[in-house]
Structure formats: structure tokens, C-alpha cells
């Protein structure tokens, strides 16, 4: 019996498979991103209370934090630090946040945001997974 040698390592059927399980776990993983932003708030914890607003809707708060006022902006269902009194900065450089799970933190003045479901559910992140 002779090989057929013109595709020695693999043939066109064996494409067409692996292009089909490619697709298939993107569909999969789209439908699992694919949150209903409804479902999500914002929590934003400041050592003595924590505050919860709805994502859909856009607005910019105040919240006092252990070094003066902090700006939080809420806009296009994603949430920052707008601005900060803290030396470094890095908490409004920490940019968007916009999935559950996701969070930005300004130590110097205690105060966190965190984006969660209605439920209080929080998505594990690469550290608590």
C-alpha cells in the first residue's frame, strides 16, 4: 500500500477539525464574558461605610477618604479614581475598571472600589483563583 505523500504531516480534514474546535471555544468563551451589566454595582469601601451605586448610570461622586477628598467617576458602565490627594498618584493612574472581580485601591487613604454582581459575587482574579 502506497502514502500518499503531498501532505506529509497533516491533511485538510484535520484542519477543518481544529478550526471547528477553535470556533466553538470562542462562542463559548464570549457567552461567559458577555455579563449583563445590569446585574453589576459598585462598591466603594472607605473604612467605615461602604457605598453602592449602579454602573449603568453616570455619575461623579466625592467620598472622604483617611487623606481629604476623593473624586470617583462612573461612566459608559465603568467606574475610576478620578482624582486623589495621595503623594503617588497611582490609583488615579490605575485607570477603568468595567468587569466583576476588578478593583482599584488608593492605600494612603483607605479607600477601594470594587465592581460586584447584585448578588455581592465577586469573579475570582488571577491572585484568589
Known amino acids: 500500500m502506497k502514502l500518499n505523500n503531498k ?12 478550526v471547528s474546535i477553535v470556533i466553538a471555544l470562542f462562542l463559548l468563551n464570549l457567552n461567559d464574558e458577555k ?5 453589576c454595582r459598585l ?15 453616570d455619575t461623579m461622586f466625592n467620598v472622604t477618604g483617611n487623606l481629604g ?3 470617583i467617576s462612573i461612566e459608559n458602565e465603568r ?13 488615579v493612574r490605575q485607570g477603568w475598571i468595567d468587569r466583576p472581580g ?7 487613604s483607605g ?3 470594587i465592581i460586584s454582581g447584585n448578588d455581592g459575587s465577586h469573579s475570582p482574579d488571577a491572585v484568589s483563583y
Open 7 to 18: 501532505y506529509p504531516f497533516f491533511r485538510i480534514n484535520d484542519l477543518a477539525i481544529l
Open 35 to 39: 455579563k449583563d451589566i445590569s446585574e
Open 43 to 57: 462598591e466603594v469601601h472607605t473604612g467605615d461605610e461602604i457605598l453602592l451605586f449602579q454602573l449603568g448610570v
Open 69 to 71: 477628598e476623593m473624586e
Open 79 to 91: 467606574a475610576r479614581i478620578a482624582s486623589s490627594p495621595c503623594p503617588g498618584q497611582d490609583c
Open 102 to 108: 476588578e478593583m482599584a485601591v488608593c492605600v494612603p
Open 111 to 113: 479607600v477601594f472600589i
